[in-house]
């Protein structure tokens, strides 16, 4: 690798840090050993090609572009702090990352109800969140959108609560945001 390409992968890798708060590389890493995957696995679970997933984990590429996959990537990192906790079985997790590959992601101007096993319709206020959350994750990194959230606070605090809790707060924070506002 020259000069130029050591560079161009120092940079990405910097870039990964300020988006998703670490390298790819290293979050993926932690990823399959806490899950026990290896990388094609991995890959399939986020929707990615083989070669997609190794270019951001070399630093070959900085952003993962598709939003869906932001979302698969944050539902697969709750996942693993289960299983770390112990709360999760290896055969939950299992069965969590098949309903990850699944679910996650669809249009967040969709219908936000999917079929639940009974065959019922249920309203899944997590996944609409997890939608919102990746959607403004893939634009903007959570220091700018804190910072454009504190330049909206004065004139218009409704909207920079949305930003600061969707955009760069909990998924658990945002879901009793959405709660408290569809009244």
Same mark, same amino acid.
């Given at each position: 690798?020259d000069?130029?390409?050591?560079?161009?992968?120092?940079?990405?890798?910097?870039?990964?840090?300020?988006?998703?708060?670490?390298? /790819?590389g290293? /979050?993926?890493?932690? /990823?399959?050993?806490?899950?026990?995957?290896?990388?094609?696995?991995?890959?399939?679970?986020?929707? /990615?090609?083989?070669?997609?997933?190794?270019?951001?984990?070399?630093?070959?590429?900085?952003?993962?572009?598709?939003?869906?996959?932001?979302?698969?990537?944050?539902?697969?990192?709750?996942?693993?702090?289960?299983?770390?906790?112990?709360?999760?079985?290896?055969?939950e997790?299992?069965?969590?990352?098949?309903?990850?590959?699944?679910?996650?992601?669809?249009?967040?101007?969709?219908s936000?109800?999917?079929?639940?096993?009974?065959?019922?319709?249920?309203?899944?206020?997590?996944?609409?969140?997890?939608?919102?959350q990746?959607?403004?994750r893939?634009?903007?990194?959570?220091?700018?959108?804190?910072?454009?959230?504190?330049s909206?606070?004065?004139?218009?605090?409704?909207?920079?609560?949305?930003?600061r809790?969707?955009?760069?707060?909990?998924?658990?924070?945002?879901v009793?945001h959405?709660?408290?506002?569809?009244?």
């Amino acid at each position: 690798m020259d000069a130029a390409q050591q560079e161009a992968t120092a940079r990405a890798r910097e870039l990964q840090s300020q988006w998703y708060g670490e390298p /790819l590389g290293t /979050l993926f890493r932690r /990823l399959i050993d806490d899950l026990g995957l290896n990388q094609a696995r991995l890959a399939t679970v986020l929707g /990615l090609s083989a070669p997609m997933l190794s270019q951001l984990m070399s630093g070959q590429r900085a952003k993962i572009g598709n939003p869906a996959v932001v979302q698969r990537v944050q539902a697969l990192q709750e996942l693993a702090a289960e299983v770390s906790k112990g709360t999760v079985t290896a055969a939950e997790a299992t069965q969590r990352m098949d309903e990850i590959r699944r679910t996650a992601g669809g249009n967040v101007l969709a219908s936000s109800t999917h079929v639940t096993p009974s065959g019922g319709q249920a309203t899944t206020v997590k996944r609409v969140v997890r939608e919102i959350q990746a959607l403004l994750r893939s634009v903007a990194d959570a220091a700018d959108i804190i910072d454009a959230s504190d330049s909206l606070a004065e004139s218009h605090p409704e909207l920079a609560e949305f930003l600061r809790v969707y955009g760069a707060g909990k998924t658990a924070d945002a879901v009793r945001h959405y709660e408290a506002h569809q009244a």
